[in-house]
């Protein structure tokens, strides 16, 4: 197989949860996945583990995703698409946060899915196809109380996937937003909250939905959200 007919997938913030599940689940479904992360050494022992190609990303550092993206780009031709997964989980009262805190939250789930979207986005629109995923969440959907900023990151990106859709569908490439409800991974661990996952999605239902949605390439699932049955109290 040829650089150019293979699929080439990045996948953001792969070394857990619904990013390492989806590096698995592409790889079974015939795609070329990319795993990256921010944590080199997790990066390393994941990349050995699936298989994938791994990449030390931040995509809260900008030069980082200038040079990884064009260095995949040497390594294996042409980018079909970017599952913008990475994100980090901020929960407590507004006042309580620290400038640092809210800053690293938007840099990560909100510009990091940004610039990461526009290092891939002139070679697809180019070419005319390919497709962006972002990972968002029903957090983007609704409000409540404790999650404000995490809340703003993805509402933000929300607004920013459905007007990329518009702007990009007519010119063949697909942007789209995957909403989970509450998915059992250590998202919430890594924040420092105790959460009771027990009723959550798996990150490999998030990952098979994610599958689904970049399969048929002749349809944009726009805003596509689930959540697990017994999540529903
Ligand atoms: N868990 C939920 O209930 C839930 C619900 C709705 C939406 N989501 C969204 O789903 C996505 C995946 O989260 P998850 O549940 O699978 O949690 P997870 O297991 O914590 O995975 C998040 C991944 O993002 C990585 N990451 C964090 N900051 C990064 C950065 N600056 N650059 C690159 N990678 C970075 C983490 O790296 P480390 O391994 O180094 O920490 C980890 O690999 C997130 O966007 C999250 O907001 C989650």
Not at 27 to 56: C, Q, W
Not at 90 to 103: N, V, W, Y
């Amino acid at each position: 197989m040829t650089d150019t007919d293979r699929k080439t997938i990045i996948v953001t913030g792969a070394t857990s949860g619904i990013g390492l599940a989806l590096i698995y689940r592409l790889r079974d479904a015939g795609y070329f996945p990319i795993l990256t992360g921010r944590n080199p050494e997790k990066v390393s022992a994941m990349a050995r583990e699936t298989g994938a190609p791994g990449y030390h990303l931040d995509v809260a550092n900008e030069s980082h995703i200038q040079n990884v993206i064009a260095q995949i780009k040497s390594d294996h031709g042409p980018v079909s698409g970017l599952v913008n997964n990475a994100g980090i989980w901020l929960e407590g009262a507004f006042s309580t946060h620290s400038a640092d805190d809210i800053r690293a939250v938007i840099e990560t789930n909100t510009l990091g899915t940004m610039l990461m979207t526009h290092a891939v986005l002139p070679d697809m629109l180019s070419t005319g196809r390919g497709t962006v995923i972002n990972v968002v969440s029903t957090g983007a959907l609704y409000t409540r109380k404790m999650i404000s900023v995490y809340s703003a990151s993805k509402w933000a990106i929300r607004g920013f996937t459905g007007c990329l859709e518009v702007e990009c569908a007519p010119k063949g490439v697909r942007v789209m937003g995957f909403y989970p409800g509450k998915v059992n991974s250590s998202m919430y661990e890594t924040a420092g909250i105790a959460r009771d996952l027990d009723v959550a999605m798996t990150p490999e239902q998030a990952a098979d939905m994610l599958v689904v949605m970049l399969k048929d390439e002749g349809m944009v699932w726009s805003h596509v959200s689930g959540r697990s049955i017994r999540d529903y109290v």
